[in-house]
């Protein structure tokens, strides 16, 4: 079992940072993929980024390539630069026993989000 918590979300203007984090907690925490989604207002839950279990592999939407990286040690990071108001969303952290999978239905565990709000 792992549970994850978001933390770092808010308000930013147009081409501003953030850093969202992720505490996770459960023993096997080092052997998951972990990775971020969000969910903008009546929209479907997207891919953000996603990291292998030993870090050595990414994957980016192209949405966010250049301007996100996704980042572990014992929590899990993304800093957000250049941040664009259709950046704008609830941030979902999650886990995943199995290797990275680029959509939201396979993964097993998830945070409960956090607001990320970027103004023009």
């Known amino acids: 079992q792992v549970q994850l918590v978001e933390s770092g979300g808010g308000l930013v203007q147009a081409g501003g940072s953030l850093r969202l984090s992720c505490a996770a907690s459960?023993?096997?925490?080092?052997?998951?993929?972990m990775g971020w989604f969000r969910q903008a207002p009546g929209k479907e839950r997207e891919f953000v980024a996603a990291?292998?279990?030993?870090?050595g592999t990414t994957y980016y939407a192209d949405s966010v390539k250049g301007r996100f990286t996704i980042s572990r040690d014992t929590t899990l990071y993304l800093q957000m630069n250049s941040l664009k108001p259709e950046d704008t969303a609830v941030y979902y952290c999650?886990?995943?026993?199995?290797?990275?999978?680029?959509?939201?239905?396979?993964?097993?565990?998830w945070g409960q989000g956090t607001q990320v709000t970027v103004s023009s």
């Open positions: 999650a886990a995943d026993s199995g290797p990275i999978v680029l959509r939201p239905g396979p993964w097993d565990y």
């Open positions: 459960g023993r096997t925490f080092s052997s998951y993929t």
């Open positions: 990291i292998s279990w030993r870090g």
